[in-house]
C-alpha cells in the first residue's frame, strides 16, 4: 500500500530498473534498444498479468503491440475518404482555428488509425498555432498530442484484433481532427468506466510528469517535490500522481482560488506565487531542508530561485521555458551541493521511446486508472469547432486541470 492506495508492482519490482540506477534509465534511444532487447518480455508479461484482470473478456497482447479481442468485433470497420480537422493555414491567434477538410490518414506499418472521440487541448498547442513550436519532422501540421477513440483500422505488421477496440493515445501531432495515425504502441486501452473525454484527457500529462518525475528526476516515496503551475495538467497530474506514490507535493499557483483547488486535489501545500516570496515558502516548509525535487515550466529567472528551493543532492527538471529559455545559475552552488540538473521534451522522441514509456505506465500506472483511483482533472470540454474558444481559456490562464476537445459527439 502506497498512501491507501493498492500498489500493482509485484513484489520483485526494482525501482532500480527505472531509476536511481542509470543503467535502469528511459533516456536515449540507445537505452530504449537496451531495454528492448534485454527487458521486453519481462514487462509484457507484467502488463499482461495486470490487464487480463482488468478485461477479464478480452485476450491480450501487449507487446510490442497492443492487441485486444472484442466479444463482437468485425472484420472491417469503414472510414471515409476526407475528415473534419483543425489545420491553420499559418500562425495567428485562436481565430485561426477553424474547420477545414483533410484526408483520411492511411496507417503506416505498425500504426493504427482512430476515430477520435475526443481530443486533449496542451499548452505546446498553442505555441504551435502563435509559431512558436513547429512539428518535429514527419508529425502531421495538424495540432493535437492526446486523444480518445477507436481503432478503425491496422497497418502492416499489427493484428487486426484491435479493431473497434476503445484505446487513448499519445502523438506527435494530428489530434484535432476526426481520424489520426499513431503507433500502435503508444495507445492503450480504456477500461470500463473511462469516458472517452476522460481518457484524451490523461495521454501527453501522463506520459510527460511520470519520465520527467520518475524517470528523470529519481523521485521515490517519501520524496518531496516542488511543482510550478499547480493548477495546470501537468500540476494537477503531478499532485495526483504523487498521492498515489508516497510524495509531498508542493505547487505554485496564481490566485488564492486556484490555492483552495490545489489542496482539495490532494496537494501538501500551495503557494500564491503573487503574494509570497515561494523561495522562502519551502524554505520554511521543509525546515531548511529544502525540497528533492522541482518540476519547472517557467525557466528563466525561475531557475536559480529553484535551485535555492533544492536540498543537497536535490534535482530539478526543465519541461518548458515559459519564462524564458535563458538563465544565470550559480555553477558553485551546484557542485558544493551536488545538484543536477536536467530537462525533457517529449514530442519530438522517438515511437521506440514512446512505446516504451507506454509499457512502463502500463504496468505500474494503468492499474490505478482501471480502479478508478486515477482520473485526469477535467475544467472544461468545447466541441472541435469551438477549438479558438478552447486555445483563448488555455490563454486566459483561469483553467484548472484538462480542457478537452470532443470531436465526435456521442
Not at 35 to 60: E, K, P, S, V, Y
Not at 101 to 114: F, K
Not at 290 to 311: F, S
Request: negative net charge.
Amino acid at each position: 500500500m502506497v498512501n491507501g492506495a493498492v500498489d500493482p508492482r509485484p513484489a520483485s519490482y526494482d525501482f532500480r530498473f527505472e531509476r536511481g540506477d542509470p543503467c535502469g534509465q528511459f533516456l536515449d534511444r540507445k537505452r530504449v534498444e537496451i531495454l528492448r532487447d534485454q527487458a521486453g518480455q519481462r514487462i509484457a508479461a507484467a502488463m499482461a498479468g495486470n490487464f487480463i484482470d482488468i478485461h477479464c473478456t478480452a485476450t491480450l497482447t501487449l507487446s510490442p503491440v497492443m492487441s485486444i479481442t472484442p466479444p463482437d468485433r468485425g472484420t472491417t470497420m469503414a472510414t471515409r475518404a476526407v475528415m473534419r480537422a483543425i489545420d491553420p493555414a499559418g500562425p495567428g491567434g485562436p481565430e485561426v482555428l477553424t474547420i477545414v477538410e483533410r484526408p483520411v490518414p492511411v496507417p503506416a506499418p505498425n500504426e493504427v488509425l482512430i476515430r477520435v472521440a475526443a481530443a486533449g487541448v496542451n499548452r505546446p498547442d498553442v505555441l504551435q498555432r502563435t509559431g512558436g513550436y513547429p512539428p518535429p519532422p514527419g508529425a502531421p501540421s495538424i495540432p493535437g498530442l492526446e486523444v480518445s477513440g477507436h481503432v478503425v483500422a491496422a497497418g502492416a505488421d499489427v493484428d487486426d484484433v484491435i479493431l473497434g477496440q476503445p484505446v487513448c493515445a499519445l502523438l506527435a501531432g494530428g489530434g484535432y481532427a476526426e481520424y489520426v495515425a499513431v503507433a500502435a504502441g503508444q495507445c492503450l486501452p480504456i477500461p470500463d468506466g473511462l469516458s472517452m473525454v476522460d481518457a484524451a484527457a490523461l495521454p501527453e500529462t501522463l506520459f510527460t510528469v511520470w519520465t520527467n518525475l520518475f524517470e528523470r528526476a529519481y523521485a521515490s516515496e517519501g520524496d518531496t517535490v516542488l511543482v510550478h503551475g499547480g493548477t495546470s495538467g501537468i500540476g494537477t497530474m503531478a499532485i495526483l500522481l504523487g498521492k498515489l506514490f508516497g510524495l509531498t507535493i508542493i505547487v505554485t499557483v496564481g490566485s488564492a482560488a486556484k490555492v483552495q483547488a490545489a489542496l482539495d486535489l490532494g496537494a501538501a501545500h500551495a503557494i500564491n506565487y503573487r503574494e509570497e516570496d515561494f523561495v522562502e515558502r519551502v524554505r520554511t516548509l521543509t525546515d531548511g531542508k529544502g525540497v528533492q525535487v522541482v518540476i519547472d515550466m517557467v525557466g528563466g529567472d525561475y531557475v536559480p530561485r529553484n535551485l535555492q528551493c533544492l536540498a543537497e543532492d536535490g534535482r530539478h527538471v526543465s519541461i518548458a521555458v515559459q519564462g524564458g529559455a535563458s538563465a544565470t545559475v550559480p555553477l558553485f552552488d551546484i557542485m558544493r551541493r551536488r545538484l543536477t540538473l536536467t530537462g525533457s521534451t517529449l514530442r519530438p522522441r522517438d515511437a521506440a521511446f514512446k512505446e516504451m514509456v507506454a509499457d512502463e505506465l502500463s504496468r505500474t500506472v494503468w492499474p490505478h486508472v482501471a480502479a478508478g483511483r486515477l482520473r485526469a482533472v477535467i475544467d472544461r470540454t468545447f466541441l472541435l469547432e469551438e477549438a479558438a474558444a478552447a486555445h483563448a481559456r488555455m490563454e486566459a490562464g483561469d483553467h484548472v486541470g484538462k480542457i478537452v476537445l470532443v470531436v465526435q459527439p456521442d
